[in-house]
């Protein structure tokens, strides 16, 4: 229970197994980052709050 499965056997189980929904122009993504709070990112203090932002974004696009 607390040991993974590597890298390559997660691929090959997704390739199995690929995501199939009623709708094919449903994805799950995450939500982008609009105009608004892009600003309000920039207007704060903490300069790196954008930065990881776009990075936390990023890595859940990837995945």
Do not use: C, H
């Not at 776009?54 to 990837?62: G, H, P, V």
């Amino acid at each position: 229970m607390t040991n993974g499965i590597s890298t390559e056997a997660s691929k090959a189980i997704s390739k199995e197994f690929p995501l199939e929904y009623v709708d094919p122009e449903f994805a799950i993504k995450p939500p982008i980052l609009d105009g608004w709070i892009g600003q309000r990112a920039k207007l704060r203090p903490d300069k790196g709050l954008l930065k990881t932002i776009n990075a936390t974004e990023d890595s859940l696009i990837k995945a």
